[in-house]
């Protein structure tokens, strides 16, 4: 069985010092865990957030990187200042990149081998937006997602890969999809993943489901065959909120 994970997209959301607030409770109130913690502040707060975990398992994580190692990228952040920062993972590819960033599959693709470069881990985001769900096309965006993010990366560099599937409609809507839906998804992702790179290697991966999750469906969410944790954002910034999610596993 795949180590369960939970991940908290902070977003535009907490300065440093409610930043700093946030993560010692949450390191208090999660120490007989088994879950894999991860929290993703604003890049500002990323630092300072680091030396109060320090002794903790949760792991800190960019929002976003660029895909280039440096240059003229006015207000952008490479991998490795991230990294520096005290950040293990970045999400890639977020749904709100792709829609307000114009991060694209070459881009998106881009960023995850810039991750690899640098050893940090991708959080890859993919997910289909509802007029996609209306033309039946989920299975085919997220072939297509994964395996374009995914190009040029080795079988063995997937243990630095981490899969979130966040249907675009679902994120900060409080809708989801049905849970049929939801393992039905996490199942193409396993046999897209399969396709590239074998059975044993899609099987160890960790697929997470992101959307509209929050302390009143995380329980059920937790049941589903083929997923492995969450990816939270609005119901992530209240810890109490966070912490009972984290304890659906
Ligand atoms: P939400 O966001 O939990 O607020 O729907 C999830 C995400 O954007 O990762």
Redesign the pocket.
């Known amino acids: 069985m795949n180590k369960k994970m939970v991940i908290a997209?902070l977003?535009m959301n907490k300065t440093i010092r409610e930043t700093k607030e946030y993560v010692t409770e949450l390191f208090a109130l999660t120490t007989n865990t088994c879950v894999a913690i991860g929290v993703c502040p604003p890049a500002t707060a990323i630092n300072s957030a680091k030396r109060k975990l320090s002794g903790s398992k949760i792991m800190l994580g960019a929002q976003n990187i660029h895909e280039k190692d440096k240059g003229a990228y006015t207000g952008e952040i490479s991998a490795e200042m991230a990294k520096e920062a005290g950040a293990e993972f970045s999400?890639i590819g977020?749904?709100?990149r792709r829609k307000y960033y114009n991060d694209t599959n070459n881009i998106v693709n881009s960023k995850v081998l810039n991750a690899l470069k640098n050893g940090l881990t991708s959080v890859l985001?993919i997910g289909e937006t509802l007029a996609e769900r209306g033309q039946e096309k989920t299975d085919i965006v997220l072939k297509t997602q994964v395996s374009e993010a995914l190009n040029g990366v080795y079988g063995n560099e997937l243990k630095n890969i981490i899969i979130?599937y966040?249907p675009v409609w679902?994120?900060?809507?409080k809708k989801i999809p049905s849970f049929k839906e939801i393992e039905g998804a996490a199942k193409s992702i396993r046999e897209i993943l399969a396709q590239l790179y074998g059975k044993e290697i899609s099987a160890g991966m960790t697929i997470l489901y992101?959307?509209?999750?929050?302390e009143s469906n995380s329980k059920d969410i937790a049941k589903i065959k083929g997923i492995d944790g969450f990816?939270?954002?609005?119901?992530?910034l209240d810890i109490k909120r966070f912490v009972a999610i984290i304890n659906s596993f």
């Open positions: 997209n977003k999400l977020h749904s709100e985001c979130a966040e679902a994120i900060g809507t992101g959307g509209s999750v929050d990816l939270v954002g609005g119901a992530s």
